[in-house]
Structures are given as C-alpha cells and as structure tokens.
C-alpha cells in the first residue's frame, strides 16, 4: 500500500497487516502493476504517477467501474 499520509506510513494496515510504504517505493522498485483503491483521487494519483506510467507501468482503477491505464491511454485518462 502506498499513501503519501505520513503518518500512515512504516505502519501496518487493519486487518490485512499489508505494509504501508511512501511513494518512492514506486520509483525504487518499479511493480508492474498498480491499483489505485482511492479512485476519488484519480486525477491527482495519476498526476503523480505519469512517469511510472511512461516507463512501462500499468495502473488498475477498480471503482466505479473498471479501467486499465498503459502509456497508450493515460492522457485520455486524466481528463476523465
């Protein structure tokens, strides 16, 4: 999970116990996937996320309805 809430951060999330890491867990270790859970800020998350999109990265948008981000449509995407 990767939240920029510093205080969130080097913790654990309820439940799952899955690790909550800053963004540059992104650049350091470049996933092929990405899944944006918090798709109330999609214009801002994929602002921050163009260049791990240029490089090949794919960004998953499960909610409202399900979209799949590659280079190929990212411009499309943020003006939605």
Do not use: H, M
Request: charged residues 30%.
């Amino acid at each position: 999970i990767i939240d920029d809430n510093k205080s969130r951060q080097n913790k654990l999330s309820p439940g799952y116990l899955i690790p909550v890491l800053n963004f540059n867990y992104l650049r350091k270790y470049k996933p092929k996937y990405l899944i944006i859970s918090a798709w109330r800020f999609k214009k801002q998350i994929l602002k921050k996320c163009k260049s791990y999109v240029d490089n090949g990265g794919i960004i998953i948008i499960p909610n409202p309805k399900i979209l799949l981000i590659t280079k190929k449509n990212y411009e499309k995407a943020i003006k939605k």
